[in-house]
Structure formats: structure tokens, C-alpha cells
T-cell receptor
Framework: EDKVVQSPLSLVVHEGDTVTLNCSYE??????LLWYKQEKKAPTFLFML????IEKKSGRLSSILDKKELFSILNITATQTGDSAIYLC????????FGAGTRLTVKP | GAVVSQHPSWVICKSGTSVKIECRSL??????MFWYRQFPKQSLMLMAT?????????EQGVEKDKFLINHASLTLSTLTVTSAHPEDSSFYIC??????????????FGPGTRLTVL
């Protein structure tokens, strides 16, 4: 059965810290991996990764995919309180499977 | 802990039929559950907020009679797509919030359900 596992489930850091969120998957017919940020009414799309080893970057956020080891990481550097949210990972394989999310809390 | 399941994972149905999707919180009680629908370009849209024991709150533009939501217990919410049509084909995802959760960023997401209407 296809599955997407995110870790940690919850994370509390202080402003300025760097965090790494993990997403591992076991799916057939992998097409892409997506990261979302959920803080308001609906998750906001962050990145889509299709190739191994190519880092995607947007400001303080970056993400990379390892298709051999079947995981992706989302890095956030110099965290701010506004980064507090749930970060969702999803895998597209002719279908979609979401992880449960990592709840990040950034304290002042 | 904090596992949310959805059933079925995928469903194919004929146009005009109704389809029920279940969302369960497996190891915690969820007073509030949310239903989302995925649109092109990866965006997820909140459809409705489901509160145990009361009527769901639908977002603007979501047809209440089309998408029936029932949150009959603290661990189960169901979304029924009535008289489904091909344009209802989409990926539906639910999430659940434990009691006392006060914001949208205190949810646990289910894996999703792919609906295909022929």
C-alpha cells in the first residue's frame, strides 16, 4: 500500500533556528513530490520536486528529493514566528497521497 | 499517534451516482474535521468545516446539497458527493483537529481519496 510518512510530527524551535523536515515515501509509479504550508484556510503550495539531487529554493525555504532513498527534506533557515504552520508532503503517482504533516512552532 | 484515515483511497463511479468518502481519526477524538478538494496547479481548496453534532459550515461557492457532510461521532466524518458528474472528479482530502485546537495549523491530514466519475 502506498504511504507517505513525515517526521517529526511536531517541532518547536526558536526564531533564528534552522529546521529540517522529513518526508519518506513508498509508492509505485512515482511522478513528483509536493510540499505545502498549511496555516490558514487551505494549504499553500511551496515546491514540486521531480528529479533527484536538484535543490529548489524560495527565500529561506529549500527542498531536495532523493529518489533512490525515497525521501525529501524541507529546510527552513533563520526561522521566524511566521513560519509556524503545518508543513505537508504529498506524493503524486497517478494519484495523490498526503503525509500527516509536521507541526512547526517557532517561538520568539 | 494522530492518525487520520480515509476510505476509500480511490473510487470510480458512473455519472449520476452518489459516492461516500469516510474520514476517521484513529487515535484521537476530533471535534472538528475539514474537507478539502485539490484543483489544478496543486492548489487545495477548503470545502467545508465539519463539527461533531452540528451542521457543517460550507465555504462560499460549495454546494451544500451536492456535497453532504455528516460528522456523526468524534472520530468519523463523511463526505457524500451526490449525483456525481465528471467535473466532480478530483482528489478529496480531510483533516482532523483534536479538542481545544484553536487554529487551522492544528490539524492532522488524511491521505486523501481520488474520485473519478465516468
Amino acid at each position: 500500500e502506498d504511504k507517505v510518512v513525515q517526521s517529526p510530527l511536531s517541532l518547536v524551535v526558536h526564531e533564528g533556528d534552522t529546521v529540517t523536515l522529513n518526508c519518506s515515501y513508498e509508492v509505485t509509479n512515482f511522478r513528483s513530490l509536493l510540499w505545502y504550508k498549511q496555516e490558514k484556510k487551505a494549504p499553500t503550495f511551496l515546491f514540486m520536486l521531480t528529479s533527484s539531487g536538484i535543490e529548489k529554493k524560495s527565500g529561506r525555504l529549500s527542498s531536495i528529493l532523493d529518489k533512490k532513498e525515497l525521501f525529501s527534506i524541507l529546510n527552513i533557515t533563520a526561522t521566524q514566528t511566521g513560519d509556524s504552520a503545518i508543513y505537508l508532503c504529498a506524493v503524486n503517482n497517478n494519484d495523490m497521497r498526503f503525509g500527516a504533516g509536521t507541526r512547526l512552532t517557532v517561538k520568539p | 499517534g494522530a492518525v487520520v484515515s480515509q476510505h476509500p483511497s480511490w473510487v470510480i463511479c458512473k455519472s449520476g451516482t452518489s459516492v461516500k468518502i469516510e474520514c476517521r481519526s484513529l487515535d484521537f477524538q476530533a471535534t472538528t474535521m475539514f474537507w478539502y478538494r485539490q484543483f489544478p496547479k496543486q492548489s487545495l481548496m477548503l470545502m467545508a468545516t465539519s463539527n461533531e453534532g452540528s451542521k457543517a459550515t460550507y465555504e462560499q461557492g460549495v454546494e451544500k446539497d451536492k456535497f453532504l457532510i455528516n460528522h456523526a461521532s468524534l472520530t468519523l466524518s463523511t463526505l457524500t458527493v451526490t449525483s456525481a458528474h465528471p467535473e466532480d472528479s478530483s482528489f478529496y482530502i480531510c483533516s482532523a483537529s483534536p479538542p481545544g485546537a484553536g487554529s487551522y495549523n492544528e490539524q492532522f491530514f488524511g491521505p486523501g481519496t481520488r474520485l473519478t466519475v465516468l
